[in-house]
């Protein structure tokens, strides 16, 4: 199970890396469409890129009501929770 910092790192990685965003802009509260224009298009890439580096398939609905880096780790997160 990943932390929440680990997942940030994970993220902050990911959007420097794929759509060349400068790391200072990424923080937990950046909104993803306005502060780091990320559309919806990136956003499945983002979501493919989730799914590579942690091993758990978001679905296009766990993105819909996303709109802070802090939604997209707590999504993340719901896959994360260890099964009983």
Do not use: C, W
């Not at 502060?35 to 799914?51: C, Y």
């Amino acid at each position: 199970m990943q932390t929440e910092a680990e997942l940030f790192a994970l993220l902050k990685d990911t959007l420097v890396t794929l759509f060349e965003i400068e790391p200072e802009r990424i923080t937990l509260d950046a909104n993803l469409y306005e502060d780091l224009e990320i559309d919806s298009i990136d956003a499945i890439d983002l979501i493919d890129q989730i799914k590579r580096k942690t091993g758990h398939k978001l679905q296009a609905e766990d993105f819909r009501n996303v709109r802070t880096l802090r939604d997209v780790i707590a999504a993340v997160e719901k896959y994360n929770l260890p099964q009983a």
